[in-house]
């Protein structure tokens, strides 16, 4: 049996139950083929403090450095964040941080075979280091601002550079990541796609009319889920919502820009109609998008969306920008609706047509059904017997 190290500080904890679930679901995929055993390091941010005044450093203190999730054993090393130069230092002090709780795991009988890193950067790179110290092979595998963000800057773009020329193979969960790898000369060769799935059972259609009356649902209600940042774009989902009548929009995540946004639906005579959700469990989010007539997703950039899958799941069609790996998500009518411009109007025109003509919400559900984790878990296994024999090359330092 392959034994695997999951290394990301993308994961889930009690803090933050959302963080990188879909690397966690992918992984649990993973695990019910019986062909693989595997244990999870995912580093967070040390902080000494974990009032809640100190808002999400506060949080990190708060996250236990050890739990069961599912039934997998997960660590949380503590690393140094440094302000100002924190790019510059990340990567070698969250594989400093990590490398004692790996050693830990070797002698406790988890000698594994590979590391299994998700994020390029600083995660993939500071996974990088420590396969080079403990002489293990890495899948590093690209999400979304790893690659569309990060290599905008000089050093982390000749950090990822390096750690992708000498990991065993590198993977993007998008046909579109993966290409702009490929442009910015990552790796030794083309990197895989490995695509996110959706939980086909978790995320069903059943009971709507049940949920809408449990969440005070009344006529068409459009949902947007995503951290409360610019780039999720909830702001022209508030703004196109003035000219649909009758609608209203439901806002479920947090972040910095809650105030802002609050006082943008204010301002714009909403507030009535605009309702904001703190961040709900997964299994409390069904019903979310069970209840609601579509989800809009306004992002100026993203890997691979799983919400647009799950909203799927559960008949919901979606209206999405066309941006990354948007389209290959969204690849057809019984899918929703892909606008060619981030702009009010073009989703104005979008939500317009969804709410008039929205498609079978059965045929919304058939299409998401092609979206399950079997082919990931298939591909995932493959490679990592396959890069149970290579090691990182010797002597490899940060060289672009």
Same mark, same amino acid.
């Given at each position: ?37 595997? &244990? ?23 996250? %236990? ?34 490398? %004692?709780?790996?050693?830990? #795991?070797?002698? /406790? ?6 590391? *299994? ?14 396969? &080079?110290?403990?002489? &293990?092979? $890495? ?6 601002? *790893? ?22 193979? @590198? ?8 290409? !702009? ?5 990552? +790796? ?33 209600? $459009? ?7 610019? =780039?999720?774009?909830?702001? #022209?989902?508030? /703004?196109?919502?003035?000219?649909? %009548? ?46 609601? *007539? ?7 950039? /993203? ?5 647009? #899958? ?22 057809? %009518? ?12 073009? =989703? ?5 047509? #969804? ?29 990592? /017997?396959?890069?149970? @024999?290579?090691?990182?090359? !010797? +002597? ?5």
């Amino acid at each position: 049996m392959l034994r695997i190290l999951t290394f990301t500080s993308l994961y889930p904890n009690p803090e933050q139950p959302r963080h990188g679930v879909f690397i966690e679901t992918r992984l649990r995929h993973l695990l019910t083929s019986r062909r693989v055993e595997a &244990k999870v390091v995912a580093p967070v941010p040390w902080f000494p403090l974990g009032s809640p005044r100190f808002g999400r450093y506060g949080a990190f203190s708060r996250v %236990p450095h050890r739990e069961l999730r599912h039934g997998i054993d997960v660590r949380h090393p503590r690393f140094l964040t440094v302000p100002a130069v924190g790019s510059a230092v990340s990567p070698v002090a969250m594989a400093a941080g990590a490398l %004692p709780v790996l050693r830990a #795991l070797a002698r /406790e009988g988890f000698d594994f075979d590979a590391i *299994d890193a998700h994020f390029f950067f600083p995660d993939g790179v500071a996974a990088m280091l420590l396969g &080079k110290w403990l002489a &293990k092979p $890495v899948v590093i595998t690209a999400r979304g601002s *790893d690659i569309t963000y990060w290599p905008q800057s000089a050093l982390p773009l000749r950090m990822i550079r390096w750690a992708a020329r000498a990991a065993g193979c @590198c993977a993007a969960v998008s046909r579109a990541l993966a290409d !702009e790898m490929v442009r910015l000369g990552l +790796g030794r060769q083309p990197p895989r796609v490995l695509r996110n799935g959706v939980d086909l059972a978790l995320f069903h259609p059943g009971g709507r009319a049940e949920a809408r009356a449990e969440l005070g649902f009344e006529g068409r209600v $459009v949902l947007s889920v995503g951290n409360l940042i610019e =780039l999720k774009g909830h702001h #022209l989902a508030i /703004e196109a919502l003035a000219t649909v %009548p009758g609608a209203s929009l439901v806002i479920i995540g947090s972040g910095p820009e809650e105030a802002r946004l609050r006082a943008l639906a204010a301002r714009l005579g909403l507030a009535a109609r605009v309702r904001f959700v703190r961040v709900v469990p997964q299994a409390d989010l069904r019903r979310y998008y069970v209840a609601a *007539d579509l989800l809009v997703l306004a992002s100026s950039r /993203e890997g691979w969306p799983n919400v647009l #899958l799950e909203a799927m799941a559960c008949g919901t069609p979606v209206l999405a920008t066309r941006v990354w790996g948007m389209p290959e998500v969204v690849a057809a %009518p019984e899918a929703g609706v892909l606008v060619p411009e981030r702009t009010v109007a073009a =989703l104005q025109a979008g939500l317009e047509a #969804l709410l008039s003509a929205p498609p079978d919400r059965a045929a919304t559900r058939r299409y998401a059904e092609g979206f399950d984790w079997s082919a990931t878990t298939a591909a995932q296994i493959e490679m990592f /017997e396959r890069l149970s @024999c290579p090691r990182p090359p !010797e +002597g490899a330092s940060f060289r672009a």
